[in-house]
T-cell receptor, first 112, second 114 residues
Framework: GNSVTQMEGPVTLSEEAFLTINCTYT??????LFWYVQYPGEGLQLLLK?????DKGSNKGFEATYRKETTSFHLEKGSVQVSDSAVYFC???????????FGKGTLLTVNP | DGGITQSPKYLFRKEGQNVTLSCEQN?????MYWYRQDPGQGLRLIYY???????QKGDIAEGYSVSREKKESFPLTVTSAQKNPTAFYLC?????????????FGPGTRLTVL
């Protein structure tokens, strides 16, 4: 079955530091890959997505590239801000499968 | 403004009671979903519905029930049979069920059993 593994947190960075959150997956066929962000007490917001190999998703300075050869979709940002503090979830949706399969989430705290 | 609304934001239930969580969307999406989130965990699928009057069990459906009488509404009932119902419940919708269809989430309902 499908599965997602993302690096365990928490991750604590200083403002303007470089961020990488690792995500690897196992899936049959050609899944779509997503990063969602969850701020405290809120629902999930789509951050970015990629639907085929070598696609790069980007939004608000965050980027992730769909790497089929390494089955990875690592999230990066060149310079984090305090407002980026949140939980980040990597997820995949495979073929005509109805559901999203999520990683366990990574808590990011950015200090001023 | 298009989006997904969930109510109430906080819900308290005594043991042995059924409670119903509301989910409404005005995105004209065909598919709707209910997920459960526990601290430090990813989300787990409870039920999903692809069209009106049809729904299927997800990974953890025991102790829950749903209905889909209208396209825009997908209420979830947490029954007394659910052994550990305290959690954060998230509703989502998508245009369809294809892999490229993005799921959009509501703000969630936090249920606490007293």
């Amino acid at each position: 079955g499908n599965s997602v593994t993302q690096m365990e947190g928490p991750v604590t960075l200083s403002e303007e530091a470089f961020l990488t959150i690792n995500c690897t997956y196992t899936a049959t066929g050609y899944p779509s890959l997503f990063w969602y962000v969850q701020y405290p007490g809120e629902g999930l917001q789509l951050l970015l997505k990629a639907t085929k190999a070598d696609d790069k998703g980007s939004n608000k300075g965050f980027e992730a590239t769909y790497r089929k050869e390494t089955t990875s979709f690592h999230l990066e940002k060149g310079s984090v801000q305090v407002s980026d503090s949140a939980v980040y979830f990597c997820a995949l949706k495979g073929g005509s499968n109805y559901k999203l399969t999520f990683g366990k989430g990574t808590l990011l705290t950015v200090n001023p | 403004d298009g989006g997904i609304t969930q109510s109430p934001k906080y819900l308290f239930r005594k043991e042995g009671q059924n409670v119903t969580l509301s989910c409404e969307q005005n995105l004209n999406h065909d598919a709707m979903y209910w997920y459960r989130q526990d601290p430090g965990q990813g989300l787990r699928l409870i039920y999903y519905s692809q069209i009106v009057n049809d729904f299927q069990k997800g990974d953890i459906a025991e102790g829950y029930s749903v209905s889909r009488e209208k396209k825009e509404s997908f209420p979830l009932t947490v029954t007394s049979a659910q052994k550990n119902p305290t959690a954060f419940y998230l509703c989502a919708s998508s245009m369809g069920r294809e892999a490229t269809d993005t799921q959009y989430f509501g703000p969630g309902t936090r249920l606490t059993v007293l």
